[in-house]
């Protein structure tokens, strides 16, 4: 429970995969932000939280903020791993990357509510990526409810073929790829 509080990771000075929570092997980790202003978040120059296999990363509320460096200024990261959002926000260059590269079961991201915004380096970078490794061909799951996307970057891409991604009805994007 942020309540309120900001979380800055410490920046390395370089490019390299630092992330300000890392939800290791099996396990589940919920980011909630119980003040009554709303205020807490997490910032970060590179991953805001990255998941591991197995492991399970529930959004509620809070802030991920990764105001960018170019390289890897990402709000979530699931390496087959699940992905539960249903509020908060996140404002990164690409908002939740879902790789499916370890011999392992698929990602699962349901977007339920919450926010996710494109900003940063290249506005042009979509919302929500899905990277599937051919060699293990896994498809990854994404599904949104709901949630508000800003009008910057696609919800969708690099969709590998067998990634199964279902859209509400009433849920509005700018592109799917």
Do not use: H
Request: proline content about 2%.
């Amino acid at each position: 429970d942020l309540n309120g509080y900001t979380l800055t990771s410490k920046d390395k000075g370089d490019s390299t995969n630092a992330m300000a929570i890392y939800v290791n092997n099996g396990v589940e980790f919920t980011l909630a932000d119980s003040s009554a202003e709303g205020t807490g978040k997490v910032v970060s120059t590179c991953y805001g939280v990255y998941v591991k296999q197995g492991a399970t990363f529930n959004m509620t509320g809070g802030t991920l903020e990764m105001p960018g460096n170019a390289v890897y200024d990402l709000g979530v990261v699931t390496w087959n791993a699940d992905f539960n959002m249903t509020g908060g926000t996140i404002d990164a260059r690409i908002g939740v990357y879902a790789c499916d590269y370890y011999d392992a079961d698929a990602s699962n991201i349901v977007i339920d509510g919450g926010t996710v915004l494109v900003s940063g380096v290249d506005k042009d970078d979509p919302s929500v990526v899905v990277y599937n490794d051919p060699a293990y061909d896994k498809g990854a799951s994404i599904s949104v409810k709901s949630g508000s996307f800003n009008e910057l970057g696609s919800v969708f891409a690099y969709a590998a073929d067998d990634a199964v991604i279902t859209v509400a009805d009433d849920v509005v994007l700018e592109e799917t790829l």
